[in-house]
């Protein structure tokens, strides 16, 4: 759960960075208000799709790193 919770820390810095509201943010990845809250609440595992918008609609990259467990 931990690696959820510090993706959706992510998310939100990404979005912040950007200076969009999660309703800005929604509308630029066509999708709702309510989606990007739970993107960033860390409560589901989001899809490649939907992080790939999400790093888009914010203006950045989209990396996935893996480490020994």
Same mark, same amino acid.
């Given at each position: ?12 810095? @990404? %979005? *912040?960075?950007? !200076? ?9 990845? /066509?999708?709702?208000?309510? =989606?990007? @809250? %739970? *993107?960033?609440? !860390? ?9 790939? /918008?999400?790093?888009?609609? =914010? ?11």
């Amino acid at each position: 759960m931990h690696s959820l919770q510090s993706s959706a820390a992510e998310l939100l810095r @990404a %979005r *912040l960075r950007a !200076g969009l509201s999660q309703a800005e943010l929604a509308t630029r990845m /066509r999708t709702s208000q309510s =989606t990007v @809250a %739970r *993107l960033e609440s !860390g409560q589901t595992l989001p899809s490649t799709k939907a992080l790939l /918008r999400y790093a888009g609609a =914010t203006a950045s990259k989209f990396h996935v790193r893996l480490s020994a467990a």
